[in-house]
T-cell receptor, first 113, second 111 residues
Framework: ETGVTQSPTHLIKTRGQQVTLRCSSQSGHNTVSWYQQALGQGPQFIFQYYREEENGRGNFPPRFSGLQFPNYSSELNVNALELDDSALYLC????????????FGPGTRLLVL | EDQVTQSPEALRLQEGESSSLNCSYTVSGLRGLFWYRQDPGKGPEFLFTLYSAGEEKEKERLKATLTKKESFLHITAPKPEDSATYLCAVQQGTSYDKVIFGPGTSLSVIP
């Protein structure tokens, strides 16, 4: 088990609504990355935060936004939800921006109806 | 177009029946190739990083190898607890936005 936790575990929303997902970092980890994993697919990189600043972004529209707090916990916000946003959302934390040291949380399963 | 493919999509083995999973990639400037294990309802768990062609890494019953265009994950004498989805990912340069995951291979090991 990693020290990365995510909440909530499951969520159901309707199209057009907004959602906030949360991730608490493993102790000593100052970098958090968020991924979207559709059913039967590999994770897709959304963005990364390092010491509260966005440090890289994948091919996702601006309605996907994030925050990292001084304690290195993080939020992913998605506005104007679409049906295709239904997926498992994973956060991964690391001590520095090296993918090899990433530890993933268990994810939040989002269903948009 | 940069992409990562994995084969087979699903693999069913008898306990003790060794096999290999394949990860093929078409990216330029490969920085590293990563293998992960993902159990149902959990996030991916890091297994290996490979940096250059010819490199090999081993962990228990798993051995990962890398060539210029593909990587193999060899599973020797698998046990039921090895059942999981195995993901590979490639990274270009040092930017996280250049991390590309494959779709995974779902492995089932039957007692």
């Amino acid at each position: 088990e990693t020290g990365v936790t995510q909440s909530p575990t499951h969520l159901i929303k309707t199209r057009g609504q907004q959602v906030t997902l949360r991730c608490s970092s493993q102790s000593g980890h100052n970098t958090v990355s968020w991924y979207q994993q559709a059913l039967g697919q590999g994770p897709q990189f959304i963005f990364q935060y390092y010491r509260e600043e966005e440090n890289g972004r994948g091919n996702f529209p601006p309605r996907f936004s994030g925050l990292q707090f001084p304690n290195y916990s993080s939020e992913l916000n998605v506005n104007a939800l679409e049906l295709d946003d239904s997926a498992l959302y994973l956060c991964a934390t690391s001590a520095g921006a090296y993918i090899e040291t990433q530890y993933f949380g268990p994810g939040t399963r989002l269903l948009v109806l | 177009e940069d992409q990562v493919t994995q084969s087979p999509e699903a693999l069913r083995l008898q306990e003790g029946e060794s096999s290999s999973l394949n990860c093929s990639y078409t990216v330029s400037g490969l920085r590293g190739l990563f293998w992960y294990r993902q159990d149902p309802g959990k996030g991916p768990e890091f297994l290996f990083t490979l940096y250059s062609a010819g490199e090999e890494k081993e962990k228990e019953r798993l051995k990962a190898t890398l060539t210029k265009k593909e990587s193999f994950l060899h599973i020797t004498a698998p046990k039921p607890e090895d059942s999981a989805t195995y993901l590979c990912a490639v990274q270009q340069g040092t930017s996280y936005d250049k991390v590309i995951f494959g779709p995974g291979t779902s492995l089932s090991v039957i007692p």
